[in-house]
T-cell receptor, first 117, second 114 residues
Framework: DTGVSQNPRHKITKRGQNVTFRCDPISEHNRLYWYRQTLGQGPEFLTYFQNEAQLEKSRLLSDRFSAERPKGSFSTLEIQRTEQGDSAMYLC???????????????FGSGTRLTVV | AQSVAQPEDQVNVAEGNPLTVKCTYSVSGNPYLFWYVQYPNRGLQFLLKYITGDNLVKGSYGFEAEFNKSQTSFHLKKPSALVSDSALYFCAVRDAGGYNKLIFGAGTRPAVHP
């Protein structure tokens, strides 16, 4: 399978617990994005990695959220002290460059659905 | 501010009839526009995009979209809808702020009935 893989697919956790999600992008893709999708809404940007460097973080990414991409390969998104408002689908996407003249876009994973009870 | 609007949460269409899903955008500079489809409990699948060139863009599964600069619209169309087209469709525009992140609309769900 050469797509974007996300694990776990579903996570139910109690409020206050920490959770970690993993994303394995397409191997040759150097760009990796995390998005959050709540019910009835489109995905919202959380953070972006180019190789191992985290180049942008949305203000949606509070200090309870941290993301890493060691060695520019897989990425993890950790949420500490989860709150009920964190319940959402967390989507990972990867891409090659999308500069002018190129025609590559994102490939999304199937997402991790987090439920905080 | 950059934004994408999908004015309809749901559209009803009979199978075999034309399907249109509306999208308008607001962005500085030339827009890079996308349509994605999402099936239940799945990630988003790319349908088509407009970067430059012909205003009519053809994509996957028989879908096409028409870019209209004067109306700042990028409506998704399919000549003959199928029941299997009942999914969630998202319009998106590339954020001019860099890094190619996308700004998505809230989504539209066609209800295609036999």
């Amino acid at each position: 399978d050469t797509g974007v893989s996300q694990n776990p697919r579903h996570k139910i956790t109690k409020r206050g617990q920490n959770v970690t999600f993993r994303c394995d992008p397409i191997s040759e893709h150097n760009r990796l994005y995390w998005y959050r999708q709540t019910l009835g809404q489109g995905p919202e940007f959380l953070t972006y990695f180019q190789n191992e460097a985290q180049l942008e973080k949305s203000r949606l990414l509070s200090d309870r959220f941290s993301a890493e991409r060691p060695k520019g390969s897989f990425s993890t998104l950790e949420i500490q002290r989860t709150e009920q408002g964190d319940s959402a689908m967390y989507l990972c996407a990867s891409s090659l460059g999308l500069d002018r003249g190129t025609r590559y876009g994102y490939t999304f994973g199937s997402g991790t659905r987090l439920t905080v009870v | 501010a950059q934004s994408v609007a999908q004015p309809e949460d749901q559209v009803n269409v009979a199978e075999g009839n034309p399907l249109t899903v509306k999208c308008t955008y607001s962005v500085s500079g030339n827009p890079y526009l996308f349509w994605y489809v999402q099936y239940p409990n799945r990630g988003l699948q790319f349908l088509l995009k407009y970067i430059t060139g012909d205003n009519l863009v053809k994509g996957s599964y028989g879908f096409e979209a028409e870019f209209n600069k004067s109306q700042t619209s990028f409506h998704l169309k399919k000549p003959s809808a199928l029941v299997s087209d009942s999914a969630l469709y998202f319009c998106a525009v590339r954020d001019a702020g860099g890094y190619n992140k996308l700004i998505f609309g809230a989504g539209t769900r066609p209800a295609v009935h036999p």
